[in-house]
């Protein structure tokens, strides 16, 4: 009797161990999801980048000296700002 409630107790244990084992093969990773996610980002942005129309013309070659006072002022007023705060 011993011996029958043993086995049915391993055939029940091994068919839960084959059953947990069958629904992780089906289920997919997060790794999978994030790279379906991804690709469908991907496609859209380029979807997106074909549809526009390219006609903002080219921003204004500047000098150095006039990009280094453009930085100069933008910091200064971010420094203004957190000085105000």
Do not use: N, W, Y
Request: hydrophobic share 40%; net charge positive.
């Amino acid at each position: 009797m011993k011996r029958l409630l043993a086995l049915l107790a391993a055939g029940l244990g091994l068919r839960a161990l084959l059953r947990r084992r069958s629904h992780r093969a089906q289920a997919s990773s997060p790794a999978d999801d994030l790279r379906t996610k991804l690709a469908a980002a991907k496609a859209q942005e380029e979807a997106q980048a074909e549809g526009q129309v390219r006609d903002e013309t080219p921003p204004e070659a500047q000098t150095v000296d006039a990009r280094r006072a453009d930085v100069h002022a933008s910091a200064r007023r971010a420094m203004d700002d957190l000085r105000g705060a």
